[in-house]
């Protein structure tokens, strides 16, 4: 059976400082494993964040994100996704930290010719009044392939190879008129193709 889950966080909105516990648990044949990110990319790998998963008597997974003393920086949006063999759930929500505008490293995204491209601006601090993209000191969107969400995320559909990779630069505001900005190179690669072999 795909997992389902059974228990998961809720958005939350304190200052920086305390100690933070993210759970989600989930159910499903074959057990299922627990994966984490924030903003669609890997947890920050400092020591401030551990993640620990057990399995329950009655065969649930239980995973939880515990961030010892929470930053500015540590905001976004966090998603847990259970997945076994039969399938996947995920949800998400937002830990807002209040502070001044932050956008962490975004690490290289490879995109896909032809498919989707949803590319998120990892913004921390809270409140926040406006994400914007740009690439080529041109701000986005510049064609009618890309489009930005409420949220901040920015949408390339569909991908082509001769016009897309590049650096991307998002930048977030706040109602002071404090900002962050950073930059991230998207690559494209040619559609992947599965043969398949009859002998």
């Known amino acids: 059976a795909p997992p389902v889950l059974l228990y998961s966080f809720i958005e939350q909105t304190l200052q920086p400082g305390p100690a933070v516990s993210l759970k989600c648990s989930s159910a499903g044949n074959p057990t299922p494993q627990i994966a984490w990110t924030l903003d669609g ?3 920050p790998s400092n020591g401030r964040f551990v993640i620990g998963q057990y399995v329950t008597v009655h065969g649930d997974v239980i995973s939880h ?3 010892s003393h929470v930053m500015v920086e540590d905001g976004g ?10 399938g996947r759930s995920s949800h998400s929500a937002r830990l807002n930290v209040y502070g001044l505008p ?3 490293l975004i690490p290289k995204v490879t995109a896909v ?3 989707t491209l949803h590319l998120k601006c990892p913004v921390a601090g809270y409140p926040i009044e406006e994400i914007k993209w740009e690439r080529s000191g041109r701000e986005l969107p ?8 409420s949220d901040g995320t920015l949408v390339i559909t569909p991908v082509q ?3 897309d990779a590049g650096v991307y630069t998002c930048s977030a505001k706040n109602k002071q008129g404090h900002s962050a900005r950073r930059s991230g190179e998207v ?13």
């Not at 949006?77 to 039969?86: D, F, G, H, I, K």
């Open 161 to 163: 190879k001769a016009t």
């Open 102 to 104: 932050y956008i962490r």
């Open 77 to 86: 949006e966090y998603t847990c996704t259970a997945e076994n063999r039969a």
């Open 113 to 115: 010719a032809g498919e």
């Open 41 to 43: 990319f890997p947890l």
């Open 187 to 199: 690559t494209v690669i040619g559609k992947i193709f599965f043969y398949k072999f009859h002998n």
């Open 142 to 149: 510049d064609d009618l392939r890309q489009k930005v969400q």
């Open 65 to 67: 994100v515990n961030i």
